[in-house]
C-alpha cells in the first residue's frame, strides 16, 4: 500500500526556519520524482518545489526560490523540505506527491502556521 507521511509543521514566527519531512512507503521510492505542494485557506494547491529520482536537478516556486530547500534521502524513502526566512504568507498545509502513472497520489498533509 502506497503512504506518504508528511511531519514536521507546527507555528514558527516570522523569520523562522522549519524542516518538514514526508516519508515514503509501499513503492520504490528512488524511482520517482518528488514534490511538496501547498494550500492556503481559500486558496488553491500550489506546488512549492519538486526534486528528481535522484536528487540531482530541482525546482522552486518564485515565492519560495532562495528560502525553501527540497532534498531527498532515498536510503531512508524521505523527501525532505528545508523552509528558512518563513513568512506569514507561507501559512498553508503541506503536502508531499508524486505521480504514479497517470496517479497523483498524495499525503494527509501538516500545517505550517507563521505567525508572530
Known amino acids: 500500500q502506497v503512504q506518504l507521511v508528511e511531519s514536521g509543521g507546527g507555528l514558527v514566527q516570522p523569520g523562522g526556519s522549519l524542516r518538514l519531512s514526508c516519508a515514503a512507503s509501499g513503492f520504490t521510492f528512488s524511482r520517482y520524482a518528488m514534490n511538496w505542494h501547498r494550500q492556503a485557506p481559500g486558496k488553491e494547491r500550489e506546488l512549492v518545489a519538486g526534486?528528481?529520482?535522484?536528487?540531482?536537478?530541482?525546482n522552486y516556486a518564485d515565492s519560495v526560490k532562495g528560502r525553501f530547500t527540497i532534498s531527498r534521502d532515498n536510503a531512508k524513502n524521505t523527501v525532505y523540505l528545508q523552509m528558512n526566512s518563513l513568512k506569514p504568507e507561507d501559512t498553508a498545509v503541506y503536502y508531499c506527491n508524486f505521480k504514479l502513472g497517470d496517479l497523483d497520489l498524495w499525503g494527509q498533509g501538516t500545517q505550517v502556521t507563521v505567525s508572530s
Open positions: 526534486i528528481t529520482r535522484t536528487g540531482v536537478s530541482t
